[in-house]
């Protein structure tokens, strides 16, 4: 057997390797979604905070599939790893939630998800989920991602994204955001929206879809965060 524990993760942002007698599976911290409806708009208008907003919101973004949301970094991205993905978070058809920078450092180890209210006016739709380190010079570092494609609509309940799992820490003064998206191109094929795969629809065949993602009252959507002790 292996000298130390038998997991061993690397920390981004920390440079070490941690140690886990078992995989790490802490008890899931909410960050909850909130907005101005601007999120799709004014990178300062979603925002995350841990407790439940006392008021319903809801933003809109269109995802044209012949201008698709492109895909940067990650596991499956051209260019793999961590890239700084400020300019993706600019664009329309992204909605970004940010988190006030922190009041102290913030150390991640294990599973990550999002569980987010979404409709959409077409059959299908795809719902991305990037998880990023934002710094306070405005550079913004991926940390990991989930996509997962919906057909038949949403039926009121939330839409879980499992992220791949990861291990990182957030310097104090940092803040995190998760950005939301219709599209990763060319990591995953475009949904054509039609409820047909991607593979069986013709070009001309795919629709220009409009995403309402809700939040707050009824529709309570978070993020669940694997947050562990330093």
Same mark, same amino acid.
């Given at each position: 057997p292996p000298e130390g524990a038998p997991v061993q993760l690397y920390e981004m942002g920390g440079d070490r390797w941690r140690g886990f007698d078992t995989w790490p599976e802490p008890q899931p911290m909410?960050?909850? #979604? *909130?907005?101005?409806g601007l999120a799709a708009t004014d990178i300062e208008s979603g925002r995350l905070e841990t407790s439940p907003p006392a *008021?319903? &919101?809801?933003?809109r973004f269109v995802f044209d599939p012949f201008r698709p949301t492109p895909a940067e970094g990650g596991h499956t991205g051209p260019t793999a790893g961590a890239v700084d993905r400020a300019a993706i978070d600019q664009r329309a058809d992204v909605a970004t939630f940010t988190t006030p920078p922190l009041r102290a450092d913030l150390h991640l180890a294990g599973d990550v998800a999002a569980e987010i +209210? *979404?409709? @959409?006016? /077409? %059959?299908s739709f795809d719902l991305c989920a990037v998880l @990023?380190? $934002?710094? %306070?010079? &405005?550079?913004v570092w991926n940390l990991t991602q989930g996509i997962v494609r919906v057909d038949g609509g949403s039926a009121g309940q939330p839409i879980r994204v499992d992220m791949r799992?990861?291990?990182? $820490? #957030? /310097?104090a003064g940092h803040r995190l955001r998760l950005s939301l998206s219709a &599209? *990763? +191109? %060319?990591a995953y094929s475009v949904n054509p929206g039609t409820g047909a795969r991607a593979g069986q629809a013709a070009v001309h065949e795919q629709c220009v879809t409009? #995403?309402?993602i809700r939040h707050g009252g009824e529709a309570p959507s978070r993020l669940l965060l694997p947050a562990v002790p330093a």
């Open positions: 909410p960050w909850h #979604l *909130a907005s101005d *008021a319903a &919101g809801e933003d +209210f *979404a409709e @959409s006016d /077409r %059959p @990023s380190d $934002v710094e %306070p010079d &405005g550079r799992a990861t291990c990182a $820490v #957030l /310097r &599209g *990763a +191109f %060319p409009t #995403l309402r």
